[in-house]
Structure formats: C-alpha cells, structure tokens
C-alpha cells in the first residue's frame, strides 16, 4: 500500500472514530465505508513493520467498535470476522507484543453455530 493510500485510509478511520465518539448511534451509517475497506484489505504482512502496525491497530480497533456496537442483536459478523484475522496476524508478527495482547479483539472471539 503506498504512502497517499495509507494516509487516506487514515483520514477515512480517523472521520469514522470521530463519528463514533459524536454520536455512538451512528454505527450503522458507519458500514458501507467500512465494508468497502475490509473488502479490498487484507493484512498480509511477513513480516514486522512498526509503521504499519501504527494505522493497523487503531484500524481494527476501530472496526471491531462498529462490529460489536450493538450488544442486543449481535455482532457484525463480516465485520467482526475480518478484524479477528486480521488481529491473529498482527499476533502471528508480534506474538509477545503487549499493546496487541492487551487489545480487548484477541478476546472477542465469535462462534457462530449453525
């Protein structure tokens, strides 16, 4: 990903927390941007990269407050899903890295039973 994509896919997250903290409702118009993101990214890092990991942590932060937002009808599960593997690849770069183990989305996992 280049340096002008990075930095506009911050601007997006960045414009997406501040609505949150606003107006924690608005997790629904939330969605379309975020699904157009987690559909065309993927965290595919081989290896450690403390830069990238600076914007991919409050990213999946940030998507898994919209995935889980509301408690009573449970998760967003395309959404919840896509952080959740893209957290288990931060784990799989970083395994003894305190700021991601202490990240509450290692501990959300979801299982669906059908």
Request: net charge negative; with cysteine.
């Amino acid at each position: 990903m280049d340096e002008n994509a990075v930095q506009n896919l911050i601007s997006t997250i960045e414009l997406i927390s501040a609505n949150l903290d606003t107006r924690p409702e608005s997790w629904r118009e939330q969605l379309q941007a975020i699904r157009s993101i987690t559909r065309c990214l993927e965290l595919l890092d081989d290896h450690p990269e403390q830069a990238r990991k600076r914007w991919q942590l409050p990213l999946i932060s940030i998507f898994q407050r919209v995935a889980f937002a509301d408690a009573d009808n449970g998760a967003v599960q395309d959404v919840a899903n896509w952080c959740l593997r893209q957290a288990l690849t931060l784990l799989h770069l970083y395994p003894n890295d305190v700021e991601i183990l202490a990240r509450e989305y290692i501990l959300s996992v979801s299982i669906q039973i059908d």
